[in-house]
T-cell receptor
Framework: DAGVIQSPRHEVTEMGQEVTLRCKPI?????LFWYRQTMMRGLELLIY????????DSGMPEDRFSAKMPNASFSTLKIQPSEPRDSAVYFC?????????????FGNGTRLTVT | DQQVKQNSPSLSVQEGRISILNCDYT??????FLWYKKYPAEGPTFLIS?????DKNEDGRFTVFLNKSAKHLSLHIVPSQPGDSAVYFC?????????FGAGTRLTVKP
């Protein structure tokens, strides 16, 4: 199994531009999570999906952030317009079960830099 | 609101000695705890977990201890090896929520 695949690995963009991060979860996993990692706050949950349906988006910072999961094998996290404070590493993770006790399988992350 | 705290941003130990990483949580609804290990440029990987019905779980060189009354857990690595050098994240879950700590960077010196 290839694991969770995220693209791009690195993204550098200018303030005000739209950014789209992509994630392919592990086949058969029915839960998908988007996290943001910063030095100060560690890993923050932004949103998670169960069976392609958003369950909890309370971690999404503001309306500039949106996430979709059109099918079981693909999800996107979009930031529009981007701001310098959005610079962070964004991780996608998937898990087999719906319970929060299921270990998460993380992708390698997308490092976003907004100048 | 940091519900899971790892107060030591870094830890350095000598190869062969014990590494002890600590984690504190505030939400009494958390009933399952996990440790993840993260190498540079990679995503975190699951290491070991413990349910709140236990106070200890061991897997090879890794042992996690849970003190529910103190809302504290720790990860012991013994003996420590240079390959253990990584960032370790503590996670707590329960009540349909999972929270991560900020991580502790462990350096094991040869």
């Amino acid at each position: 199994d290839a694991g969770v695949i995220q693209s791009p690995r690195h993204e550098v963009t200018e303030m005000g531009q739209e950014v789209t991060l992509r994630c392919k979860p592990i086949s058969g996993h029915n839960s998908l999570f988007w996290y943001r990692q910063t030095m100060m706050r560690g890993l923050e949950l932004l949103i998670y999906f169960n069976n392609n349906v958003p369950i909890d988006d309370s971690g999404m910072p503001e309306d500039r952030f949106s996430a979709k999961m059109p099918n079981a094998s693909f999800s996107t996290l979009k930031i529009q317009p981007s701001e310098p404070r959005d610079s962070a590493v964004y991780f996608c993770a998937s898990s087999l079960n719906t319970g929060v006790n299921s270990p998460l399988h993380f992708g390698n992350g997308t490092r976003l830099t907004v100048t | 609101d940091q519900q899971v705290k790892q107060n030591s941003p870094s830890l350095s130990v000598q190869e062969g000695r014990i590494s002890i990483l600590n984690c504190d949580y505030t939400n009494s609804m958390f009933d399952y705890f996990l440790w993840y290990k993260k190498y540079p440029a990679e995503g975190p990987t699951f290491l070991i977990s413990i349910s709140s019905i236990k106070d200890k779980n061991e897997d090879g060189r890794f042992t996690v201890f849970l003190n529910k009354s103190a809302k504290h857990l720790s990860l012991h690595i013994v003996p420590s090896q240079p390959g253990d050098s990584a960032v370790y994240f503590c996670a707590a879950s329960g009540d349909n929520d999972m929270r991560f700590g900020a991580g502790t960077r462990l350096t094991v010196k040869p």
